[in-house]
């Protein structure tokens, strides 16, 4: 079949995106609307001591200013998080926050939201809250989880000693030190995975508009998950049925995670339109997404492996700072609690001991950001490996193979319960290891001397936990016998317009374009979790294939009711009910047309056509894969150049290659903006930031990366019914490790052992220097 | 403050309108002109999310002024398919699936029709290089380079 299941089937959303048809947030434009702007905190850490509106309020259009004081008058909530670990069965207490919509008595990071001013046009907006007069006292920040949890430093919270949240520790400590000291060899690093943040090219925003006949409000929004934000804003801040709240998101331009929370923005476009009943907008600059959008990572580690004399691993131990910023919001746990459980990543480990504490800092919350603490685990692991046999003098393709968890121990369990079900991780890494030419670099690298440059190669293998929480999927024909998809998740980017239908057209043998999709409007849709943690083929697309499960159920009803036959004779396959042993048959088509008949039908059977499927990751499925990179290091000027990048993934079973392969590509992209280009920075006295546009926070351009080769290894999931395996974030998990450790193997015969993140030229000039100084 | 008349062509139609001094051609394009295929990243010029094309050379809409294109002959990406018809850019796009959320793409679509005006036989290297202005957070620009490669052959072929 042309459109089926595995199918390189090019995308129904496209014709309207490539021709400027596409309707993002910033492109909706209400009657009458008025503007938004926020006044951000212009420090780090301080004590509101006043805040002077007067001017503001006076200047030309102003409509309306808020600011917290006005919301705790009004009664509005805060924002705290999804769970923290006492929630999810963790005996551990933790300091929980709660984000203010705006900032009452006190600000904890730059960019916090003080007060909002609406006017008639976003320039005069703009103008007034310039006319804002915040009275800060400002009190000493702290920037970095190292300095925060030192006695002295600045307290965040005060409830939360060595601003601390809470610390978690996994695995066995006694057993793991007995471990470390009968090792033949350990291997020590230390890590700091920087920060980062999303940056999708299309910014966050919103528009709000309140209905006076139905006191109903719509809230436009660019979001990934539009039934959380109106369960947050409707439960949490306006304590009100979420009835009264529509939420829709039309295109939305990326997330990456960023956008999977809800913000005070929000919450505050809502309040406002209620107060001035016209629409609200707000659409922020690049420099102000770069300083209130949630961001990434964030993790500093210690981590150590204990090997015996073959390089068998006998245990590994970590421990780490989550510098978590000023407040834990939405899912901002994942990520710590996710490094954790996958510390052991691919490898058959012993022992481990792993911990982390989540330290408050002033700077702004983490969210999970692509990966979500799979590319910590990762990368601290990866990292050990590499040093290791380097260390060993052994192949690092052979110390991997020697400590690989084999095909034949899965289902594995692993220290931290999870149950990996499915993976060749041995049969992945040699098909890499073949793709790569990696008998072939020796000559590559006397080339690249040759001219001046020196060439390293990076293996890595990734794991993921991919699939969380449970989704539901709708499948509804209509009288003419056509079908509309209302999916509970939410495509922003990964295709799922294309990929679902896709599916439903293999499964139920309905033509492509006879398939309607819906999704992203809470009145549309009645319920859904939004599109992240790679989650929505596994939880989406297994949901849907139980609603499909259910329309071929009561289709046959419907059809051995026309067919004069017994339902238990029905068999359903390529689209046609089939009268068992007869040449009796009716199309999907037909049987949903007929479900609609305005008589004649038994009341038992209903009226029309509908399947609802439920599927919940009670397990998460683990995609996992082999990167290998290679790169030039020019010796003048210290600059990486990103030579060759191969990657063998297994997704499990591929539903469309054309749309995996570019969920690879992407995630390489930006798995190797970590390593080379990305970095917030914050100066560590005033908290102020550093990188606040695109000229700071330096992110790949098409000349940064190289034509990848990208190949897959097909070993089917058995935790869900179709098989599936997340691939939206094994890409950014893979590739940073691997283009480090290329780095690394350039740079060894010049004495440079370690290199943060990113590589930039200058740190490698840096790296070079020092190490020729201590030769 | 007076707003200024302007007189350009977008998109081969002539087209009037008042726009305040400070108003940048994107301001204009989006909300005076309601013409939002064309889209903003960052409006200092880092991005090219904004790319159009000012009497045939490409520039990023949000760092030249509404009042400056009086006169001038615009071209943005609703403008770049004959009605129905896709531009060959556009189909190879779709074709090799060279989007995932595509706000970047209007700007890139514009980027390398400019670029294949000029060079109509680029290398690999230099359609990364000729893209490098736009910015996309989702591809990894791979399928972009091979769409703009694909359709600079068929257009050589044609
Ligand atoms: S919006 Fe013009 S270059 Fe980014
Ligand atoms: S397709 Fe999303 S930024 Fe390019």
Known sequence: MQHGIGQPVTRTEDPRLLTGRGI????????????????????????????????????????????????????????????????????????????PILAQGKVRHLGERVALVVAETAHQAMDAAELVEVDYETLPAVTTAVEAVKDGAPQVYDEAANNTSFALRMGNGEAVAAAFESAAHTTKVSIYNNRLTANSMEPRGSNATYDRASGETTLYVSTQNPHGVREELSGHIFHEPETKLRVIARDVGGGFGMKGGVYPEEALVVWATRKIQRPVKWTPSRTESLMSDDQGRDQTVEAELALDADGKILALRW????????????????????????????????????GTKAVFTNVPPTTPYRGAGRPEAVYIMERLMDTAAHEMGIDPVELRRKNLIAA??????????????????????????????????????????????????????????TGIFNDRMELRFDPSGSVTIVAGTF???????????????????????????????????????????????????????????????????????????????????????????????????????????????????????????????????????????????????GKVY?????????????????????????????????????????????????????????????????????????????????????????????????????????????????????????????????AKKAA | ????????????????????????????????????????????????????????????????????VNGAKIETIEGMADGENLHILQSKFIEHVALQCG???????????????????????????????????????QKVVEAVLDAASELRGA
């Open chain 1, 24 to 99: 993002y947030v910033d492109d909706i434009t209400l009657p009458n609307q008025a503007y938004a702007v926020i006044v951000y905190s212009t420090i780090a850490h301080g004590i509101i001591k006043s805040i002077d509106t007067e001017a503001a309020s006076a200047a030309p259009g102003v409509l309306l200013i808020l600011t917290g004081e006005d919301a705790k008058a009004d009664g509005l909530g805060g924002f705290g998080p999804a769970f923290m670990p006492e929630d999810v069965g963790i005996p551990v207490p933790g300091h929980r926050t709660s984000r």
């Open chain 1, 642 to 770: 990103l030579d060759r990048f191969v990657a063998v993934d297994d997704m499990g079973i591929v539903m469309n290659t054309l749309l995996a392969h570019g969920q690879v590509q992407g995630g390489v992209g930006q798995g190797v903006g970590q390593a080379l280009l990305e970095d917030l920075q914050y100066d560590p006295d005033s908290g102020q930031l550093l990188t606040g546009s695109f000229l700071d926070y330096c992110m790949p351009r098409a000349d940064d990366l190289p034509s990848m080769e990208i190949e897959m290894n097909e070993v089917p999931c058995t935790s869900n019914p179709i098989g599936v395996k997340g691939a939206g974030e094994g890409g950014t998990v893979g590739a940073t490790p691997a283009v480090i450790i290329a780095i690394l193997d350039a740079l060894r015969s010049e004495g440079v052992n370690d290199i943060p993140m990113p590589a930039t030229p200058e740190r490698i000039w840096q790296a070079l220097a020092d």
């Open chain 2, 103 to 141: 706000i970047c793409t209007p700007g890139l679509l514009i980027a390398a029709k400019s670029l294949l005006e000029e060079n109509p036989d680029p290398t690999e290297e230099e359609v990364r290089y000729g893209l490098a202005g736009n910015l996309c957070r989702c591809t990894g620009y």
């Open chain 2, 1 to 68: 403050m007076a707003k200024h008349h302007i007189q350009t062509t977008i998109n081969g139609d002539e087209v009037d309108v008042l726009c305040e001094p400070s108003q940048s051609l994107l301001d204009v394009l989006r909300d005076e002109l309601h013409l939002t295929g064309t889209k903003e990243g960052c409006a200092t010029g880092d991005c090219g999310a904004c790319s159009v094309t000012i009497d045939g050379r490409l520039v990023c809409a949000c760092l030249v002024l509404g009042v400056e």
């Open chain 1, 491 to 637: 495509s922003h980017g990964q295709g799922h317009e294309t990929t679902y239908p896709q599916m439903v057209s293999d499964w139920l043998g309905v033509d492509a374009d006879n398939i309607r999709f819906i999704q992203g409007d809470t009145a549309a849709v009645s319920f859904g979790r939004g599109s992240y943690a790679s989650r929505s083929m596994i939880v989406g697309g297994s949901a849907l294939r139980y609603a499909a499960d259910e329309i071929i159920e009561k289709g046959k009803k419907f059809a051995a009711h026309v067919m004069e036959a017994s339902p238990a004779d029905i068999e359903f396959a390529d689209g046609k009910f089939v009268v068992a042993g007869t040449d009796k048959q009716m199309s999907m088509t037909e049987v949903a047309q007929w479900a609609y008949h305005p008589a004649g039908l038994p009341p038992e059977l209903g009226i029309g056509l509908e399947g609802v499927g439920g599927f919940a990751a009670t397990s998460p499925s683990f995609p996992n894969g082999c990167h290998i990179s290679e790169v030039e290091i020019d010796q003048e000027t």
């Open chain 1, 408 to 465: 034949d121990a899965m289902p594995f369990t692993t220290h931290t319960h999870y149950v990996y079900d499915s993976g060749e991780f041995d049969a992945t890494m040699s098909q890499c290891v073949a793709a790569a030419d990696w008998d072939g670099f020796e000559k590559r690298k006397a080339e690249s001397e040759a001219n001046g440059r020196w060439r390293g190669r990076g293996l890595a293998y990734y794991i993921d936990d």
């Open chain 1, 319 to 354: 421990a780490a700072l989550n510098n978590v910023g000023a407040y834990i919001v939405g899912a901002a746990n994942v990520p710590v609690m996710f490094s954790l459980r996958l510390a052991q990543t691919v490898y058959a480990i012993p022992e481990i001991d792993v």
